[in-house]
């Protein structure tokens, strides 16, 4: 079995599509497919489709595949389980045995999966940034916030798989936003672009202060990016607000773990200096002395059409390397 | 060499006085004796008093000790070294290579030393309430608010060994107080004994609600207890308050590493339900729903006057083992 030539898949199921690449111990992706999403609620016709897309892509590429590594919302490392994933309607409702039905349909080939965030974590350490990291936090910012926490050159996992929940961490005590959680005040409902839209919006309503947003049809957080791109004051406050939150809750995240970085990865990242500037000073002045200005905070460097899949590949390399250990 | 009648030394050391025990792998303290702090700046002199103590009551013990352990404000597991502790006046302006003296003077006997909260939660799960958990946190709660968190089975030292400084999160964001850190609204300056003296007295002079506290000549967060004790709507409303912060932060805590359990430990965690109560009610309804009533909020089973000695012993137990296993 020479590794040179054997892959790895990587699989990144979301809510609209699910990417499917092959993937070399390098970080390559050699081949890549997309399947897009048919709304089907049954877990068997959702992993039927699955692996018919991976059987051709592997058939095709000629490759010898070792195992299969999967990011998923709400996926468990230690169960294999999906459960109660809002965003797919074959596991929004109930607790889907996953990596045992992929497994199956790949006549046994090994599966692991894990959640969205911490794949992106593994990638990161893997082929990212964070390469030769043992202690960083990985905070994924799209239309909410996910993140992956390494400790000691380990994904952390809890007692139940489900550890790294950061975006509902409570960002706001008082009186604070209602998240899709239910709860009230998480994170998530201030720093994700989501989250972003609701601070314009609101502030849009509250006052008549002008800003170039007041002519959009429909305030997304790239509209207010691009507003705040232009020197619109409103734009740029509500990111200075953003970051200012964000910044604050990673202090406390430091506090927790002591990572010798913060790694942001996912769409409202790309807001770059805007969210960058006021969350790395919030961070700071939110820190004891002994780490002020020590924390790093890096953007991702996977490419972005790929790192969620390089991430689902990170995962399987790792439990190869782990197997191979044993 | 019999394990049986083996022992470990464990030491904990404070502002007041160290205290040092022998101990078995029972977790039985065979032999103890207390060293009163003399106010020395000098480490030299501090730590040959403190070998000297050692030496003489392992003498008089007629047992074989394989190892010392340490728990010290401000010790980092890491380097081996206490650095800017302020109740240490030997080490509050500077970096005290500890481990490496102390082992020095007790004849090249290996020394490891970790912060005090970590002893405790090292205690926890070797002898105490945490045992066989893998995932826990440890809350010390006396003047300030300590933390030690084990994740799969470790304790979580973080990139430089300062990981777990939960009394620094951010409880209050905006106009906070004003803690010894130097930061504002810092979860110690609320809760911790010292935050149950700030919240009593900013209250009774805030306004003019009868209170026995009123006719107390010094507050302590113990004329708090014993005046909830006896019913005092004001001095329940104090632990009511710093329950609230306490199980709000909690729930953040378990976003994070998704403990099995936490265990409060200390002075203060002896106000018992007054503060469980609250505590428990405001970190359930901070989690997510895959946590709520699943936690376990615990209290230490150790004996308070051993706690820190075991602690210490624990984490010399620990290194043994794992230097066996190598």
């Not at 111990?25 to 992993?47: C, E, I, K, M, N």
């Not at 998923?72 to 999906?82: D, E, F, L, R, W």
């Not at 964070?130 to 993140?147: C, Q």
Request: net charge neutral; glycine share 12%.
């Amino acid at each position: 079995m020479e590794r040179k030539v054997s892959c790895v898949v990587g699989i990144d199921i979301g809510g609209q599509s699910s990417k499917i690449g092959i993937v070399d111990a390098a970080g390559r992706v050699l081949h890549r497919t997309v399947l897009q999403a048919d709304g089907s609620t049954d877990p068997q016709v959702f992993v039927g489709g699955l692996a018919a897309a991976v059987k051709a892509l592997v058939a095709g590429s000629g490759r010898q595949v070792l195992a299969v590594g999967v990011g998923a919302p709400n996926a468990n490392y230690y169960t294999g389980h999906i459960a109660h994933a809002p965003n797919l309607p074959w596991a929004a409702d109930r607790s889907v045995p996953f990596a045992w039905m992929l497994s199956e349909a790949l006549g046994g080939l090994d599966v692991t999966i894990t959640n969205d965030a911490n794949a992106a974590a593994m990638g990161e350490m893997t082929f990212g940034v964070a390469r030769g990291m043992k202690d960083f936090i990985m905070i994924t910012l799209g239309t909410g916030l996910g993140s992956g926490i390494v400790v000691n050159g380990s994904l952390l996992y809890g007692s139940d798989g489900f550890a790294g929940e950061l975006g509902h961490t409570c960002a706001v005590a008082e009186n604070g936003r209602l998240c899709g959680c239910g709860k009230r005040g998480c994170l998530e409902a201030y720093v994700s672009s989501k989250g972003v839209v609701r601070t314009a919006t609101e502030w849009l309503e509250a006052g008549d202060e002008p800003s170039e947003l007041r002519n959009c049809p429909r305030i997304t957080s790239k509209a207010v990016f691009e507003a705040a791109e232009r020197g619109d004051a409103l734009a740029r406050r509500v990111f200075d607000y953003t970051g200012g939150i964000l910044g604050r809750k990673l202090a406390d995240f430091v506090h927790f773990s002591a990572p010798e970085a913060i790694v942001l990865f996912g769409g409202l990242a790309r807001a770059g200096k805007y969210l960058y500037e006021p969350a790395w000073q919030a961070m700071n002045e939110h820190l004891l002395a002994i780490w002020k200005g020590k924390v790093k905070l890096l953007f991702s460097s996977l490419p972005e059409s790929d790192a969620a899949i390089l991430g689902a590949s990170a995962l399987a390399w790792n439990k190869l390397e782990q197997t191979q250990k044993q």
